[in-house]
């Protein structure tokens, strides 16, 4: 069972990055399809970005396209999440999760599809 640990979340002021880290030992045996999700605070959880294992192809959602990069090290076992031009809008707990079949609704964000999660990293903005 792969186990997966963010981290690098923090407190950053309006406009300025962060880059979030999911350790996952053995994910590239096992995960098709690694992904960012986030629950911001009195929402439910969302889709931030996903990327296929095989090839790196990612994929965004809109609210964060231009501004985000997920990326993966395979070397390292790690996944990123590169944030740049931070808002007020991003904070919320952060989520990486993994999914062992190769789906198009995996790579589009649907949560169903992702089978193993991490316990979160809390972004928050300050200003």
């Known amino acids: 069972q792969v186990q997966l640990v963010e981290s690098g979340g923090g407190s950053v002021r309006p406009g300025g990055s962060l880059r979030l880290s999911c350790l996952a030992p053995?994910?590239?045996?096992?995960?098709?399809?690694m992904a960012w999700f986030r629950q911001r605070p009195g929402k439910e959880r969302e889709w931030v970005a996903t990327i296929q294992t095989s090839d790196s192809s990612s994929y965004y959602t809109d609210p964060v396209k231009g501004r985000f990069k997920i990326s993966q090290d395979k070397n390292k076992n790690t996944v990123y999440l590169h944030m740049n031009t931070i808002l007020p809008a991003d904070i919320g707990l952060y989520y990486c999760?993994?999914?062992?079949?190769?789906?198009?609704?995996?790579?589009?964000?649907?949560?169903?599809?992702?089978?193993?999660w991490g316990q979160g990293t809390r972004v928050s903005v300050s200003s």
């Open positions: 999760a993994g999914a062992r079949r190769f789906t198009f609704e995996a790579l589009l964000g649907d949560a169903r599809q992702f089978d193993t």
């Open positions: 053995g994910y590239t045996d096992t995960m098709r399809v």
